[in-house]
């Protein structure tokens, strides 16, 4: 995460562990690996080393909006759950509706991170809910004050691939127009 600048820009110091993400149809996320928003479109099934017994937080962020160089909006938030019990996501509650990738064209490559907190205990997150097709309260997030604001510490796993823009972003944009 250190090579990427992900460490940084998003994260003080990079997980120990690693979370596996497996897209619908078998798409496998590598640490660092390229993947296209039509195939990360829908939510993937997410897994880390995890204590049964224990609350996790879930988040997906792009710190690359609108482009690398220039994140005046940093971190997109993608993906934010909850109060996960141990590794099994269903449990969690949902704060950011899973939204997939969709770098506008011509920004180039995005970092799209997946982080796991620890929490200290089952927590009432007060962020205001962002469904999968809402932009609303998506911008300008930092996983960083939110670990920060709830007593998380650093992230415990870790993961990530970055995309950059395909014809699925302009249909995804006219999904989003129409409702």
Do not use: C
């Given at each position: 995460?250190?090579?990427?600048?992900?460490?940084?820009d998003?994260?003080?110091?990079?997980?120990?562990?690693?979370?596996?993400k497996?897209?619908?149809?078998?798409v496998?996320?590598e640490?660092?690996?390229?993947?296209?928003?039509?195939?990360?479109?829908?939510?993937?099934?997410v897994?880390?080393?995890a204590?049964p017994?224990?609350?996790?937080?879930?988040s997906?962020?792009?710190p690359?909006?609108?482009t690398?160089?220039d994140?005046?909006?940093?971190?997109?938030?993608?993906?934010?759950?909850?109060?996960?019990?141990?590794?099994d996501?269903?449990t969690?509650?949902?704060?950011?509706?899973?939204?997939?990738?969709g770098?506008?064209?011509?920004?180039g490559?995005?970092?799209?991170i997946?982080l796991?907190?620890e929490?200290?205990?089952?927590?009432?997150f007060?962020?205001?809910?962002s469904p999968?097709?809402?932009?609303?309260?998506?911008?300008?997030f930092?996983?960083?004050?939110?670990?920060?604001?709830y007593?998380?510490?650093?992230?415990?796993?870790?993961?990530?691939?970055?995309?950059?823009w395909?014809p699925?972003?302009?249909?995804?944009?006219k999904?989003?127009?129409?409702?």
């Amino acid at each position: 995460m250190e090579t990427h600048g992900i460490v940084p820009d998003t994260i003080d110091e990079a997980p120990s562990a690693k979370i596996t993400k497996k897209y619908p149809g078998g798409v496998e996320v590598e640490f660092g690996g390229e993947l296209t928003p039509t195939q990360v479109k829908d939510e993937p099934e997410v897994k880390w080393d995890a204590n049964p017994e224990k609350y996790y937080v879930l988040s997906m962020v792009d710190p690359d909006a609108p482009t690398r160089m220039d994140p005046k909006f940093r971190e997109v938030n993608h993906w934010l759950i909850g109060n996960i019990k141990g590794s099994d996501v269903s449990t969690g509650n949902v704060i950011a509706d899973y939204r997939g990738s969709g770098p506008p064209k011509g920004t180039g490559l995005h970092r799209y991170i997946f982080l796991v907190h620890e929490q200290k205990e089952k927590l009432t997150f007060d962020e205001p809910r962002s469904p999968q097709m809402s932009r609303e309260h998506r911008f300008n997030f930092s996983i960083r004050k939110f670990a920060k604001k709830y007593n998380l510490g650093k992230a415990y796993a870790g993961n990530f691939y970055v995309a950059q823009w395909d014809p699925y972003v302009d249909e995804k944009k006219k999904q989003g127009a129409n409702k």
